[in-house]
């Protein structure tokens, strides 16, 4: 199905003037024939007046209003008939019908989330036309297992709007629960080719090498490759994805604690090992200053006794206590 653009239809202020004249002409035209006398000429005014006037009010429905962004897709006994675009007074058929089957369907989006302050009670009638604005949808959080089994949990939005109205009413049923849909499922297929924190030996890519692609680490990277996955899902639907980010990235509530203590272990690691650099660097650095210098000479048992002294008090997690020897070092 292919969208095909009325045009030309933009007329619909003379067919309201014009009808909001013919009936004032109705009306005194029976009047006058209804005041003359008798008369075949007469009657048969009196007849088409009346016959206008209990039909002329059907011209009424093919008036059609739209505003900027919004558009309306028409049917004439079942057939497509184009689709109304632009905002403007349009004249149709009236007998054509707007048919939208996602009129109904209230998604966590916008435009489709109603405001503080309205009235539970109001009855709100479906709209039959369809927005052509950018929109954002925002599904609920879901619990995916990443490329090594981790259960995380995330959310995306996906920014969107429709670029062929023929396709979004005809070839899906209901578009807007077609999108979220296949929103969740694109986020499972990426999902579960990452893991949530860089991992040896994962490829992310595809080429046969391990890489360093972590859904933490490559958030804009993975953002992309959702937005292309649902984007090659719903061409058939008329849509475009605009932007596709992620809201919400964290591991679910079941191993959050055991994870956060495993990151935990995983900064202690390093710090002691930058730690312990740094100290070996300072104790070689020490007997190579004594040496060079010749401040004193020690043997090899007291250069690990000096050196096993130093790692002690550079690595230890507490300010050194000293004992000072008054006496000789032998």
Same mark, same amino acid.
């Given at each position: 199905?292919?969208?095909?653009?009325?045009?030309?239809?933009?007329?619909?202020?003379?067919?309201?003037?014009?009808?909001?004249?013919?009936?004032?002409?109705?009306?005194?035209?029976?009047?006058?024939?209804?005041?003359?006398?008798?008369?075949?000429?007469?009657?048969?005014?009196?007849?088409?007046?009346?016959?206008?006037?209990?039909?002329?009010?059907?011209?009424?429905?093919?008036?059609?209003?739209?505003?900027?962004?919004?558009?309306?897709?028409?049917?004439?006994?079942?057939?497509?008939?184009?689709?109304?675009?632009?905002?403007?007074?349009?004249?149709?058929?009236?007998?054509? *019908?707007?048919?939208?089957?996602?009129?109904?369907?209230?998604?966590?989006?916008?435009?489709?989330?109603?405001?503080?302050?309205?009235?539970?009670?109001?009855?709100?009638?479906?709209?039959?036309?369809?927005?052509?604005?950018?929109?954002?949808?925002?599904? @609920?959080?879901?619990?995916?297992?990443?490329?090594?089994?981790?259960?995380?949990?995330?959310?995306?939005?996906?920014?969107?709007?429709?670029?062929?109205?023929?396709?979004?009413?005809?070839?899906?049923?209901?578009?807007?629960?077609?999108?979220?849909?296949?929103?969740?499922?694109?986020?499972?297929?990426?999902?579960?080719?990452?893991?949530?924190?860089? @991992?040896?030996?994962?490829?992310?890519?595809?080429?046969?090498?391990?890489?360093?692609?972590?859904?933490?680490? *490559? *958030?804009?990277?993975?953002?992309?490759?959702?937005?292309?996955?649902?984007?090659?899902?719903?061409?058939?639907?008329?849509?475009?994805?605009?932007?596709?980010?992620?809201?919400?990235? @964290?591991?679910?509530?079941?191993?959050?604690?055991?994870?956060?203590?495993?990151?935990?272990?995983?900064?202690?690691?390093?710090?002691?090992?930058?730690?312990?650099?740094? @100290?070996?660097?300072?104790?070689?650095?020490?007997?190579?200053?004594?040496?060079?210098?010749?401040?004193?000479?020690?043997?090899?048992?007291?250069?690990?006794?000096?050196? *096993?002294?130093?790692?002690?008090?550079?690595?230890?997690?507490?300010?050194?206590?000293?004992?000072?020897?008054?006496?000789?070092?032998?």
């Amino acid at each position: 199905m292919t969208e095909k653009v009325l045009k030309g239809k933009k007329n619909g202020m003379l067919i309201l003037l014009l009808t909001i004249a013919l009936y004032i002409a109705a009306v005194l035209g029976l009047v006058a024939a209804a005041s003359a006398n008798g008369g075949i000429l007469n009657i048969i005014v009196m007849v088409i007046c009346i016959a206008y006037l209990a039909l002329g009010w059907i011209a009424l429905c093919g008036l059609k209003v739209l505003k900027p962004q919004e558009a309306l897709v028409l049917t004439l006994f079942g057939k497509y008939v184009g689709t109304l675009k632009n905002e403007g007074f349009y004249f149709v058929n009236p007998f054509c *019908s707007s048919i939208n089957p996602a009129a109904r369907t209230k998604l966590n989006q916008s435009g489709d989330v109603k405001t503080k302050g309205i009235n539970p009670n109001e009855i709100e009638m479906p709209s039959k036309k369809l927005s052509l604005k950018i929109m954002t949808l925002n599904n @609920a959080k879901q619990k995916i297992n990443d490329c090594l089994g981790n259960p995380v949990e995330i959310g995306i939005a996906v920014t969107w709007r429709i670029t062929d109205t023929a396709k979004a009413v005809f070839n899906v049923d209901n578009y807007k629960e077609f999108l979220s849909l296949q929103c969740d499922s694109a986020l499972r297929n990426i999902v579960r080719i990452y893991p949530y924190d860089v @991992a040896p030996n994962v490829d992310t890519t595809g080429d046969g090498h391990a890489d360093e692609g972590s859904l933490r680490g *490559s *958030s804009e990277i993975v953002a992309q490759r959702i937005k292309e996955e649902i984007q090659s899902r719903v061409d058939e639907a008329g849509i475009e994805i605009v932007e596709a980010r992620i809201t919400h990235l @964290a591991y679910a509530p079941e191993i959050a604690a055991v994870m956060l203590q495993r990151q935990q272990a995983s900064a202690i690691i390093d710090a002691r090992k930058m730690i312990v650099d740094g @100290a070996v660097g300072m104790v070689e650095m020490a007997l190579e200053r004594l040496g060079e210098n010749n401040v004193v000479e020690l043997d090899e048992e007291r250069k690990a006794a000096m050196v *096993s002294n130093l790692l002690v008090v550079l690595c230890g997690n507490h300010d050194a206590q000293p004992i000072v020897n008054s006496g000789s070092l032998y």
